[in-house]
Structures are given as C-alpha cells and as structure tokens.
T-cell receptor, first 114, second 111 residues
C-alpha cells in the first residue's frame, strides 16, 4: 500500500541549480499539496492542486513551480536554488480537500542548498 | 485571516504524566479542527478531529474538545508513554481546500 511517495529523500544542491521533487499518489485523490517545514515554523503551504490541470499558490510560492498533468503526479520544481530553500518538503494528498481533515503525507524530502 | 497558535515546545514529561498541549485559533465562520502527529523521520498523520463546536475528538488515548467560546482545541492525554514522543500539530480547515497548521509542539517523554 504505497500511499504518497516522494523522491528523492535527500538532496544537496548548489546555489543557482535547479531540481524537481517528485510526488506520486496511488489513492486517486483529487487534492494534492506541497508544504515546507522549517524548524519551529510548522508547515507552510507552497502550492496546491484541486485536480489535474489546476494549480494554485499557497502561502510561500516564490521560487517554486508546479504542474499537475495527471491525477497521480504533482512535481515541485525549484528554479535557481537559494539557501533560503533549505528545508524539508512534504507532499500530501486528500480525497476531500481537507474537509475531513485527513491529508496523507509522504515521508518528506530533505533539501540542503549550499 | 485564518491562523493557528500552539504552545511553545519542547515539552518534556516523565512516563505516565498528564499531557496538555494548548492550541488556539482565529477563523471566520465554523472551521473544522485537527491534531496531526509527526513521529521522528516520518510524515504527518491525522491523530484526531472535531468538525463542530463542543465535539470531542479522540484516538489512542488522546482527546481534544472544540471550544468555540474560547476558540481553543487543546490536546490532552491522561498518561503519556515514551512512544508518544513526537511533534504535534494543530490545524484548521475553513474553506478553499487547504489546511492551516500551527507551528508544532515537540513532546519528549522520558522513562
């Protein structure tokens, strides 16, 4: 029972490099989310999607891009990485847009920008 | 706007002690409220929820009551175990398909 799968789990980037964090879910959920988690700051929403072809900005979208071409996949693209993007990134999905509260989270991707 | 405020951590308790983690919220209308737990090295998972005023959510010995008059949703457990050591997040859902999380409270339970 895979649930939400994120790759890679760890990555070190140099300033100015780009990369994509992959997220796949096998629960046929319409809603998908990207959060970043910084120490003592909780989770901040970066982008979210309510279905294939539809994305919207969250609280902290600058420096990131997303796409949602299929129900299953919701990749997060970092362009021109900066040290401020050092964080743990979590992908999540939900069947009911958070109404029931049950978001299913991946295990996280720890990114360091040096 | 919507926001969630939790008590500062870390909270350190001895096994079998009583736990309270405070959570207050700001929201328009009638939000649903949740507690999530994050064990070391893992993603968050739903612990309990309450969708209307005076509802009590409960799971694994944890409880929280939705108090609209005090805009609070405090998490309690009567007797904590070492295995409860984790980070606990309070969250609210109001509208727009998004959950808003508090900053998290780290709990450490010593044997």
């Amino acid at each position: 029972n895979a649930g939400v799968t994120q790759t890679p789990k760890f990555r070190i980037l140099k300033i100015g490099q780009s990369m994509t964090l992959q997220c796949t879910q096998d629960m046929n959920h319409n809603y998908m989310y990207w959060y970043r988690q910084d120490p003592g700051m909780g989770l901040k929403l970066i982008y979210y999607s309510v279905g294939a072809g539809i994305t919207d900005k969250g609280e902290v979208p600058n420096g990131y891009n997303v796409s949602r071409s299929t129900t299953e996949d919701f990749p997060l693209r970092l362009e021109l990485a900066a040290p401020s993007q050092t964080s743990v990134y979590f992908c999540a999905s939900s069947s009911a847009g958070g109404y029931t509260g049950e978001l299913f989270f991946g295990e996280g991707s720890r990114l360091t920008v040096l | 706007g919507n926001s969630v405020t939790q008590m500062e951590g870390p909270v350190t308790l001895s096994e079998e002690a009583f736990l309270t983690i405070n959570c207050t919220y700001t929201a328009t209308g009638y939000p649903s409220l949740f507690w999530y737990v994050q064990y070391p090295g893992e993603g968050l998972q739903l612990l309990l929820k309450a969708t209307k005023a005076d509802d009590k959510g409960s799971n694994k010995g944890f409880e929280a009551t939705y108090r609209k008059e005090t805009t609070s949703f405090h998490l309690e457990k009567g007797s904590v175990q070492v295995s409860d050591s984790a980070v606990y997040f309070c969250a609210l859902y109001n509208q727009g398909g998004k959950l808003i999380f508090g900053q998290g409270t780290e709990l450490s339970v010593k044997p």
